[in-house]
């Protein structure tokens, strides 16, 4: 009887250290750079599904999200769906790649070249409102847009002040996170619309800041948008990819 319960035990102890190492193992797998900036084509990648294949409701075909924030934002539709079956509920925006990014860049440079005289004026103006290419969060695959990408919908419609309550109140549920809330001391402005999935994009962050606390120029380097050789490149890249809620680390 001794025997068969200290066998048991041992058996026990091994399953759960050979768990913890698998998980440990896991954790420790490095993100490509590609991936952290987005310089890929999701469409090739097995881990991402297109949200127009999905019961989402999109405004616009050819958007992809990884599979497993998919899965969660499909429950968080449908619970919502459940309470309030006539306020929208919409992704508008999911996964961004790098050339994507550098197209609504580049159009805005083009734009604005006219009303600044230095290219630094013209970044932190684009900035109020997108992301340089290689640095937003939608590159990961990890975050939507949720109908509107006006703060005045959410704080101001009727329908968007009952969206806005049930997404604070309830995505945490998910496994999403704001990235982008009131009180940070630099970043973004606040998007009430924009939503992460944590237990992955947590992982993207955290590598993203490794690489910039231990060589930054490996990520400098593959950025190639206008203006990128005539601003304060490093600085903005670690202010706008770190500055975000602490509940998304």
Not at 126 to 135: D, E, R, Y
Request: proline residues 5%.
């Amino acid at each position: 009887m001794k025997k068969s319960v200290m066998l048991k035990k041992t058996t026990y102890f091994t399953l759960t250290i050979t768990l913890f190492l698998c998980s440990a193992s896991t954790m420790a797998q490095s993100i490509p750079l590609n991936k952290l900036t987005g310089q890929f084509d999701e469409k090739q990648d097995n881990s991402f599904i297109a949200l127009d294949s999905t019961l989402l409701p999109v405004n616009k075909k050819g958007m992809y999200l990884q599979k497993e924030p998919t899965q969660q934002l499909i429950k968080a539709y449908q619970d919502f769906k459940k309470i309030h079956p006539d306020i929208p509920f919409t992704i508008v925006s999911a996964m961004r790649n790098y050339n994507y990014q550098n197209g609504i860049w580049q159009r805005k440079w083009n734009s604005l070249t006219n009303q600044f005289s230095q290219p630094q004026q013209i970044a932190e103006e684009i900035l109020k409102f997108s992301s340089m290419p290689g640095t937003s969060r939608h590159h990961w695959g990890t975050d939507v847009d949720i109908t509107s990408v006006s703060s005045d919908y959410f704080k101001q419609d009727p329908k968007g002040k009952i969206l806005n309550a049930w997404l604070q109140q309830n995505m945490a549920n998910y496994g999403f996170c704001q990235p982008f809330n009131e009180g940070r001391k630099g970043g973004y402005l606040p998007e009430e619309w924009h939503w992460s999935y944590r237990p992955i994009a947590s992982q993207y962050i955290a590598q993203y800041k490794a690489q910039l606390d231990s060589d930054p120029t490996k990520i400098t380097y593959a950025l190639n948008f206008a203006g990128h050789d005539k601003i304060q490149l490093e600085a903005l890249v670690k202010e706008y990819v770190l500055q975000v809620n602490k509940n998304c680390y």
